[in-house]
């Protein structure tokens, strides 16, 4: 099988199950969860999240990867609904109206251990019109790394002050990944990356004068 | 003998706590063990081992523009010793300047030793460091009062040194001169003492060799002394230390080696072997581990947005190897092989995701190089940010 067949394969094959997912979500397909009083449990769970205008994409993908991990219908009922509230807390948090990509990004954060307060703290850094689920992804990133909440939060929050684009902020997560992989300790590939990153921004007052004209479709 | 076994304990829990200090996490507790030997005095006072038991518990915050950390420790040995150390510092940047950095703190034992004395000592310090990407500089002073067995004696240090890093080798080089008056500690030091000085000069010179991947560390230090006034000795001293992470709690730290006497903590030379158990105690786990798997994912960016997603495997071309995650709604997928490697990859859209590899039907695992978050199913999975 040739490479680009191979790739073609592997994508298919995601986007298939991917766009399994909602079907999951409405209820028309059966969750393959063994215990069938578990699965009516689970099925509830994410059918109420959805009454509530939760997204059930992220509830589904985790009772899914409970179903490959081979876990106890318990378990699964447990994990979804855990992850049903934190997805009602991130709603909470990043009002007034977080897009689906940053309600999964928020509970993810909180998954990790980001302080609720954080989650507030990012989401003022830039006008409600743009989203904040790369910021919160590369915070989570970073904090799953070992890096101190505060500083990580310190750092991105300066780089969006400073006008930093998504993909700038994401390349911030990857270099500080590629350090620590090289044997830099986590806090120390953070400051020497948003020093690196920082230095091609705009200064704060310049930053603060293009914030208006910063406009993006939330994800 | 068995006293000097306590100091030696004492000599334990500083190196634990230094070697605290130089981690990540804010609270941490080290339990272990000590094999302690001490150098005789003479032919009435032959070199004796004795065993320590050891006890570190270490508390860091870090803020925004300052950290604080303190630790403190206790020794036990079996039959003369119960001592206790503490320290605090705060370290901070300068303002406005992201090279300078300053660091002063404040440090207390108390102890009964038998074979120098009962009493306490204190000590504060200061020192000032030029930091750059891979390599540093700094200049330190620290003055120190020791009481032992009601004689206080006063000591004084100043050092200097600079540091290195490049790829996962860390070095530094040092040099430190010191003065003291705490003649028992270099009595019980095995130097000779000239009757008429009152106190006495050391100059080291030490040399830091450490290679580290993630969490895990191997170091060896290296110490050459001299004594330049107040007495004769020479000596040298090689101590070297491994610390493995077992899992993201607990790591296993061991040492071995030679310590020398410190005047300005008051403590005494010794050769000590350690082994101890560090447990992450608060909210934060110990740093990412490195895990035995040889599994690894890499994003490339696209040029059209989204980035590919390479998850490479080392593994024999006779083991199942799957990837999933919820790129895949946790669909297990299979990997081709390519030369050693059983390799997948998948063009994704831009955002966070989840990744776990398995070999065998085994447990799921995170990719090496990857975050790791809890999945709520006693295991866990890679993080992954495509840009």
């Known amino acids: ?209 293009l914030a208006p004209t910063r406009t993006g479709p939330p994800r | 003998m068995r006293r000097r076994a306590a100091l030696g304990g004492l000599l334990v829990s500083a190196a634990a706590q230094v070697a605290a200090a130089q981690s990540l996490p804010e609270l941490r507790l080290d339990v272990g063990y000590a094999g302690v030997r001490q150098q005789a005095l003479g032919p009435s006072d032959p070199e004796q081992a004795t065993d320590a038991a050891l006890i570190a518990l270490f508390w860091r915050r870090p803020a925004e523009r300052w950290e604080f950390l303190t630790s403190a420790n206790l020794t036990y040995t079996r039959d003369s010793l119960a001592a206790a150390q503490g320290v605090a510092a705060f370290a901070f940047p300068w303002l406005g300047s992201e090279h300078l950095r300053t660091d002063v703190g404040a440090a207390g034992a108390t102890f009964s030793l038998r074979s120098a004395g009962r009493g306490g000592n204190g000590n504060v310090f200061a020192r000032q460091h030029y930091v750059r990407d891979q390599w540093g500089t700094w200049l330190g002073a620290a003055s120190a009062i020791s009481s032992r067995d009601g004689t206080r004696s006063r000591a004084f240090a100043g050092d200097l040194g600079a540091w290195t890093r490049w790829r996962f080798l860390y070095g530094s080089a040092s040099y430190s001169r010191s003065s003291s008056t705490d003649r028992p500690l270099l009595i019980t030091s095995g130097a000779t003492v000239s009757p008429f000085a009152i106190g006495y000069e050391i100059e080291d010179a030490q040399l830091v060799l450490e290679a580290r991947n993630g969490p895990h560390q191997i170091g060896v230090s290296w110490v050459t002394r001299r004594l330049v006034a107040g007495g004769d000795l020479s000596e040298r001293a090689l101590l070297a230390s491994v610390s493995v992470q077992m899992t993201d709690r607990v ?123 809890r999945d709520d199913y006693g295991g866990d999975s890679g993080l992954v940010v495509i840009p």
Not at chain 1, 53 to 66: D, F, H, I, R, W
């Open chain 1, 1 to 209: 099988m040739s490479m680009h067949r191979r790739v073609s394969t592997l994508v298919a094959l995601v986007l298939a199950s991917v766009s399994a997912a909602p079907a999951f979500a409405q209820g028309t397909v059966v969750l393959p969860i063994a215990d069938a009083k578990a699965r009516q449990a689970v099925e509830r769970e994410i059918a109420q999240a959805a009454a509530k205008g939760l997204p059930t994409q992220p509830l589904v993908s985790k009772a899914m990867e409970g179903v490959t991990k081979q876990a106890t219908g318990e378990q699964i009922q447990v994990a979804v609904a855990s992850k049903a509230k934190r997805l009602e807390q991130a709603r909470a948090l990043l009002a007034p109206s977080p897009s689906v990509a940053e309600l999964t990004s928020g509970a993810d954060a909180l998954d990790v251990g980001v302080p609720a307060s954080m989650l507030k703290q990012i989401r003022a850094a830039w006008p409600a019109t743009q989203s904040v689920a790369m910021p919160l992804d590369v915070l989570t990133e970073l904090v799953a790394r070992g890096i101190p909440a505060k500083l990580a939060l310190v750092q991105i929050t300066n780089l969006m002050a400073r006008g930093a684009t998504p993909s700038q902020i994401a390349a911030l997560g990857s270099s500080v990944q590629a350090d620590i992989a090289s044997g830099l300790p986590p806090d120390a590939a953070l400051e020497v990356r948003a020093r690196g990153v920082m230095s091609l921004l705009p200064s704060p007052a310049a930053a603060a004068s």
């Open chain 2, 251 to 373: 790591s296993v730290l061991l040492g071995a080696g030679k310590q020398l006497f410190d005047p300005l903590r008051g403590l005494p030379s010794a050769d000590l072997v350690t082994a101890a158990l560090r447990v992450s105690l608060g909210p934060k786990t110990l740093p990412v581990m490195q895990r035995s798997a040889l599994s690894q994912a890499t994003v490339t960016r696209l040029a059209g947005g989204g980035g590919r997603l390479e998850v490479r495997v080392l593994a024999s071309d006779t083991v199942h190897v799957e990837v999933a995650g919820d790129f895949s709604d946790w669909k297990p997928l299979p990997l081709e092989r390519e030369g050693s490697f059983w390799v997948a990859r998948a063009e994704l859209p831009r955002g966070k995701y989840h990744v776990g590899v398995r070999l065998r039907q085994g447990s799921w695992r995170a990719p090496r190089n990857l975050a790791r978050v």
